[in-house]
């Protein structure tokens, strides 16, 4: 059964840094299309950033990230991250990793609560 652990949330001050971290249980990460996406109660949940398979590795933010989030991976880890810096309280919410393989399947981790405040 594929799995998806975040972990790195936390409490943070505005214009600080945070790194979360996505570790997958899977034996073929490299096929996997792995994102980022968060949400606040009462809102849809919403795409942050996303990173594809293969050499070139093409990423994709949302715009109100751009500048100042970066995912990356790490294949022989089955690991991707977010690096946030100058965060605000506008990013705070549960951040969620996201695995798809081939276009077919999806899988969610449960989450990582990220606060920003003074």
């Known amino acids: 059964q594929v799995q998806l652990v975040e972990s790195g949330g936390g409490f943070v001050q505005p214009g600080g840094s945070l790194r979360l971290s996505c570790e997958a249980s899977?034996?073929?990460?490299?096929?996997?299309?792995m994102g980022w996406y968060r949400q606040t109660p009462g809102k849809e949940r919403e795409h942050v950033a996303t990173?594809?398979?293969?050499?070139?590795?093409?990423?994709n933010y949302e715009d109100s990230v751009k500048g100042r989030f970066t995912i990356s991976r790490d294949n022989a880890k089955n690991t991707v991250y977010l690096q946030m810096n100058s965060l605000k309280p506008e990013d705070t919410a549960r951040y969620y990793c996201?695995?798809?393989?081939?276009?077919?399947?999806?899988?969610w981790g449960q989450g990582t609560q990220v606060t920003v405040s003074s």
């Open positions: 990173i594809t398979t293969g050499g070139t590795r093409n990423t």
């Open positions: 899977v034996s073929d990460f490299s096929t996997y299309v």
């Open positions: 996201n695995g798809k393989q081939w276009g077919v399947f999806e899988y």
